[in-house]
């Protein structure tokens, strides 16, 4: 996303549509001939041996931190089956080499993972004086060649980020098709990815009228269109009339950007965003992994995987999220379509470190005849079940539910092919009924990092001053003029009115006695905007500094 690392003001007016897609008979198919791996037929993504693929990952900034190779298996750890790298080819930051390039690929492909390359130096062109062309990066892409080609099971080419900005989008068309038929003709048989104009959020419905033009233009079929959802995407209705017009017009769409953190021109609805891309078997790749300058936006804090913001456990571990619904390449031996077998059943899941609003649930692995992949995590009511939660391994934690309530919880295996296993025998767990805990003792400093009309960025630094070590809390105080939390790293906040009550991370989950964790978060507000003055840790009523 650009207005993570780049500055500029841009105008959000709401989606306007200004053409429709072709009807939907008008299939997008792509020779099979030229199929020579990942490619296009029937308006999907489909691999070399004609398998579906759906993208579920992150974008990963490569190019500003080439040191954080790492993030490539941390991200494999989660869940993911793409991820997206950030190069530039030297028009705005440090080119990437061809060898730094045939490292990444080859790194992406040792962690199993699907590799979207894309230059991000087109980003905001005309408006941003910066940004370089689509021309330039297909130049780019051109002199890479001999580290690409072979590659093309493993490796979608992204021609440029985000390739045009606000100001005359119309203008985006023709060097898109340009640049599609330079690579075309220069002998790539790669998908090619393009990006929209509006920053790449389209909001004015410039590709969404040419899509089918762009579409034909490239003589493979081998083509799909990115759109990236922000805060012009703020309403399920904007979102799925977008994804749902290329769809029916059988062409080929993925969310190839997205962020759920409320920014100063609006609050992206995440949450249709991924179960629309599910229920239409579109892929998405999450704004990003980690090092953005507004921190709001990173799934984890400082590359760590093991730090995960509130944002990360929504794209990784949340519904519909990378845990439940990615599925691994078949090229890699994923999703093997010859493997029926479920896994075999979970154990009981039994429970610890019970809060009034906290607890974790650990179980005995399931087992697989090729490997699980992931656990859904359920809660059983009556004779329905709602899935709450989804993990990689075999415990979880489950946060910011009720004080004193009896819940029931099961757990289901998956493996790569999507198989389910049986459901868990359950167990039933009370949380605690709240109130002081003796020996507790803590003290909060809460300060305003910063303001803005509308907004502001504020921090709470728990510290606990008693003898022990608190190990799970909840954090409760409010708001005096009508704040609002809208993001928040460090924590997971709860509101009802003025009254906020916030569980922890998995890292600011224990604080050491004469400790302290720090959680800090983006809120709304009025005119005024006075500081909560009293705060309570699990109950105990805390000093203020």
């Not at 989606?15 to 198919?29: D, E, K, M, R």
């Not at 989660?78 to 990437?96: D, E, F």
């Not at 100001?167 to 038929?181: C, Q, R, S, V, Y």
């Not at 569980?503 to 905007?529: E, M, Q």
Request: glycine content about 12%.
């Amino acid at each position: 996303m650009a207005a993570a690392f780049l500055t500029r003001l841009v105008t959000l007016l709401g989606l306007v549509a200004l053409g429709v897609l072709g009807p939907a008979t008008a299939h997008a198919q792509s020779p099979g001939a030229l199929a020579t791996g990942l490619h296009i037929s029937d308006g999907r993504l489909v691999e070399g041996n004609g398998n579906d693929f759906i993208m579920r990952g992150v974008n990963h900034a490569h190019t500003w931190y080439p040191g954080e190779t790492r993030s490539l298996a941390d991200v494999k750890a989660l869940g993911a089956n793409t991820v997206r790298v950030v190069l530039s080819n030297g028009h705005r930051w440090t080119r990437n080499s061809a060898a730094d390039v045939a490292a990444v690929v080859a790194q992406c492909k040792a962690n199993r993972l699907i590799c979207v390359l894309e230059v991000h130096d087109t980003t905001g062109y005309g408006e941003d004086a910066a940004a370089g062309t689509l021309d330039q990066a297909a130049d780019y892409w051109i002199g890479l060649k001999d580290v690409l080609v072979g590659e093309e099971n493993y490796v979608i080419v992204n021609i440029g980020n985000e390739p045009w900005g606000n100001t005359n989008p119309a203008g985006w068309t023709d060097p898109t098709i340009a640049a599609i038929k330079k690579l075309r003709n220069a002998g790539f048989e790669h998908t090619i990815m393009v990006d929209a104009p509006n920053w790449g959020q389209d909001w004015q419905g410039v590709m969404r009228a040419n899509a089918q033009s762009v579409y034909d233009a490239d003589t493979t079929g081998n083509l799909i269109f990115s759109i990236h959802m922000y805060s012009v995407y703020d309403t399920a209705q904007e979102i799925t009339d977008y994804l749902n017009a290329f769809v029916n017009a059988g062409l080929p769409i993925l969310i190839g950007e997205f962020g759920g953190p409320p920014d100063q021109w609006g609050d992206p609805d995440e949450n249709t965003m991924m179960a629309t891309a599910q229920q239409l078997g579109l892929g998405y790749l999450a704004w990003s992994w980690s090092g953005n300058t507004d921190p709001i936006l990173d799934l984890s804090i400082g590359f760590d995987p093991n730090r995960l913001s509130s944002w990360g456990q929504r794209i990784f571990n949340g519904a519909n999220g990378i845990a439940q619904t990615s599925r691994e390449a078949t090229v890699f031996g994923g999703g093997n379509p010859g493997d029926t077998q479920a896994p075999t059943t979970p154990g009981t899941p039994t429970a610890s470190a019970v809060t009034a609003t906290s607890l974790t649930l650990n179980w005995t692995a399931a087992t697989d005849n090729v490997g699980v992949t992931g656990y859904d995590v359920v809660r059983v009511s009556g004779g329905s079940e709602t899935t709450v939660a989804a993990s990689t391994t075999n415990t979880v934690a489950l946060t910011g539910l009720t004080a004193d309530t009896t819940y029931t919880f099961a757990v289901y295996a998956r493996d790569a092919a999507g198989n389910r296993s049986g459901r868990s025998a359950t167990v039933n767990v009370t949380t605690d009924e709240g109130g002081g805990t003796p020996g507790v003792g803590c003290s909060v400093g809460y300060r305003v990092v910063g303001e803005w009309p509308g907004g502001f960025q504020g921090e709470m630094t728990i510290r606990n001053t008693g003898t022990t070590a608190i190990s799970g809390w909840t954090l409760t105080f409010a708001f005096a003029n009508g704040q609002t939390v809208t993001n928040m790293w460090g924590g997971t906040p709860t509101q009802s009115g003025g009254a906020v009550s916030v569980t922890p991370a998995s890292y600011t989950a224990t604080i050491p006695a004469a400790g302290s964790v720090t959680v800090g978060f983006t809120g709304s507000k009025g005119a005024t905007n006075t500081a909560p003055t009293a705060f309570r840790l699990n109950g105990t009523t805390c000093a203020t500094t």
